[in-house]
């Protein structure tokens, strides 16, 4: 949910509430100023049908409401001495409308000559009914006006006053640390704001800055083991060389020899994706994927056709495009490698162009993981690999701007370079 | 034929020189910008094998100092420092090749013969081992002056181990060299056994007065029994 929207429905929420008690609550004070009102325009009227009824005393045979809006009626004495004035709510035929409508009605008692009348005096009543639809349809607009007034004053305000902060939001989402380019912070007067852009600008330089240590740290170490791995390979070939080694012993220094070769090209590996990822490889150049890809295939038939492994090429399209042919030569290699490497015995790796791809495809039984297959050291079983062939693909594939992507689609494994 | 070798590190400085000696080279190790510095003013090297990290000096000032001189020894840069600025800054300064550290023993031997063959103008650009001899620019192989047909890796193959000739090439240096480039990320060099299978028939039924033979876990030798 939006930030905006999440203030608005809370006020949404609160003003129903606000709203409906405040509504009950003037209702009934409107009412009963209403029937205050009522009643005292009751009295006066009795007190002037009374004054009349003094000085006409026809005024006191008014027995039918026809004429007037009072009747008179005599009573007895023992009625009228216990009498209070009272005012009700009742009903009368109305001729106009044909049908009962309700009235307000006082009843009072008074004496003239001795003798005692009732009078009943009555006034037509504002409709209940209708006050109470006007009521709630005033403030069901009213509701929906303070509604609007408050997300459209809401949007505009908040969006204002928020703005730095969505702009910081949409810089950090752009933001990526392995490009080197600094974040512009928005001039702000909200102390809030301020302070979040230098955290997050404090926090960004740090990142930055121990990423970019470490990238550092992994290519100074490499280059450090670079020159013991020598010597110690060095030291063991000149070794095996020495004719009083036993068979035995030569198995034994051929395994260590391997398994420093292994660490040379680990450490080679990790140099290389080093070296891409610190932006090295800028040169420009035409690159004709269709040769390039032809030559490195021949130059893995041999370890293919060891693995029993046939590499067929399908060259449907040409495809060029510029970058540096050293990377593409790294990305090509690294892929068919790998194919070659995993696939099982005596199958086939396809390497397919079609208009704006090239498909490296070999048989495989159940897909692999997407998320993982790409981080380092993540995406092999097999001991005989350094584990960063993939990794090293993919840091390539970026650099290059190219997209590589892995499908699993009718039993096979396919790596696609899209261009 | 005399070889100066530059580099700090003792050890491997001590397994150059052996390893050049074996091969029948005169080699003289010194340690250090200034030691080097005084040496080429003396003597006349063919080769100059040149670490750019020295403890008090870059290597590729000594190189820029042999250029401006005039001087005409072959320099070739051994760094353990594999960037690509310093192998293109190192060649435009005029070095001969770039070796970058660590390499296999067997590669240090064919790129200093390499750029010694290069040296002699008029030299010949034959090689020969017993009874083969092999034409270097042609790739015309020959056993008793009759044509021996080899394809390009196994020619590349018996060019290598000939260069190496009597000592120990371990099959990663040979894949390295013969498979090129990207053939190294590969982890398992096996797959060399069958062109030295077809190498070793080809010899044996021209009658080759060299032999390969295997060296069980390592590699292989190229021997003249």
């Known amino acids: ?419 | 034929m005399k070889i100066l070798i530059i580099e700090d590190e003792k050890d491997m400085r001590h397994n150059m020189q052996v390893t050049l000696e074996k091969e029948g080279f005169l080699v003289e190790p010194v340690a250090s910008y200034q030691d080097a510095i005084s040496k080429i003013g003396v003597y006349d090297y063919d080769c100059i094998l040149l670490d750019i990290t020295l403890p008090d000096g870059n290597g590729l000032e000594i190189l820029k100092l042999l250029k401006e001189k005039g001087y005409s020894d072959s320099v070739i840069i051994v760094s353990a420092k594999d960037s690509l600025d310093d192998k293109v800054k190192g060649l435009e300064l005029g070095a001969d090749d770039y070796l970058p550290k660590p390499f296999h023993m067997a590669e240090l031997h064919a790129r200093v013969k390499a750029v010694l063959r290069r040296r002699k103008l008029n030299g010949s650009k034959l090689f020969e081992v017993s009874n083969v001899t092999i034409e270097i620019d042609s790739h015309l192989v020959k056993v008793n002056h009759r044509e021996l047909e080899l394809n390009r890796k196994e020619f590349d193959v018996l060019f290598y181990l000939c260069t190496n000739r009597d000592r120990l090439v371990s099959k990663s240096a040979l894949a390295e060299h013969v498979w090129g480039d990207y053939i190294d990320q590969t982890d398992n060099f096996d797959f060399i056994y069958s062109q030295i299978k077809n190498l070793r028939k080809k010899l044996s039924d021209a009658n080759a007065g060299i032999e390969i033979k295997a060296v069980y876990g390592i590699g292989y030798k190229l021997l003249v029994p």
Do not use: C
């Open chain 1, 1 to 419: 949910m939006k930030l905006l929207n999440y203030t608005t429905t809370y006020f949404a929420v609160i003003l129903v509430f606000l709203l409906g008690i405040w509504a009950l609550i003037f209702y009934f004070e409107i009412l009963d100023e209403i029937y205050d009102s009522m009643d005292d325009g009751l009295d006066n009227q009795k007190m002037l049908v009374i004054r009349k009824a003094r000085q006409d005393s026809i005024t006191l045979k008014q027995r039918a409401f026809e004429d007037g809006n009072y009747i008179i009626t005599p009573t007895s004495p023992d009625l009228a001495r216990g009498f209070t004035d009272s005012y009700r709510d009742t009903l009368m035929f109305m001729e106009n409308e044909l049908e009962y409508e309700p009235v307000r009605l006082l009843e009072s008692v008074f004496q003239q000559g001795g003798s005692f009348y009732k009078i009943k005096v009555v006034t037509s009543m504002v409709e209940e009914d209708d006050l109470q639809k006007e009521l709630f349809f005033s403030l069901l607009w009213l509701y929906i006006g303070l509604i609007l007034t408050i997300v459209l004053l809401n949007n505009f305000f908040q969006q204002k006053a928020w703005q730095p902060f969505y702009k910081l939001l949409r810089r950090l989402e752009k933001f990526s640390i392995e490009k080197d380019e600094e974040i512009k912070y928005e001039d702000t007067k909200i102390h809030e704001f301020q302070l979040l852009n230098k955290r997050i600008d404090h926090l960004l330089k740090k990142s930055v800055e121990s990423y970019k240590s470490q990238k550092e740290f992994i290519e100074n170490a490499s280059h450090e083991l670079q020159t013991p791995l020598a010597v110690s390979i060095n030291k063991l070939e000149l070794m095996a060389e020495n004719a009083d080694l036993s068979p035995n012993q030569m198995e034994e220094l051929g395994i260590v020899l391997h398994s420093l070769e292994r660490l040379t090209r680990l450490n080679k590996s990790l140099l290389l994706l080093s070296r891409i990822e610190n932006r090295q490889f800028t040169e420009k150049e035409e690159i004709n994927w269709n040769p390039l890809i032809k030559q490195i295939v021949s130059e893995f038939n041999d370890f293919a056709a060891h693995r029993k492994v046939e590499i067929i090429l399908f060259e449907e399209v040409e495809i060029q495009n510029s970058g540096s042919k050293d990377l593409a030569g790294i990305l090509v290699s690294n892929l068919l490698k790998n194919a070659i490497f995993h696939t099982p015995s005596g199958t086939t790796v396809e390497v397919k162009f079609t208009h704006n791809a090239i498909h490296f495809s070999n048989p495989g039984s159940s897909p692999l993981e997407k998320k993982k297959i790409f981080s380092r050291f993540k995406g092999t079983e097999k001991a005989d690999a350094t584990g960063l062939g993939l990794t090293i693909s993919k840091a390539v594939a970026e650099k290059m701007d190219l997209k590589l992507i892995y499908n699993f689609t009718t039993e096979k494994h396919i790596f696609s370079i899209h261009f």
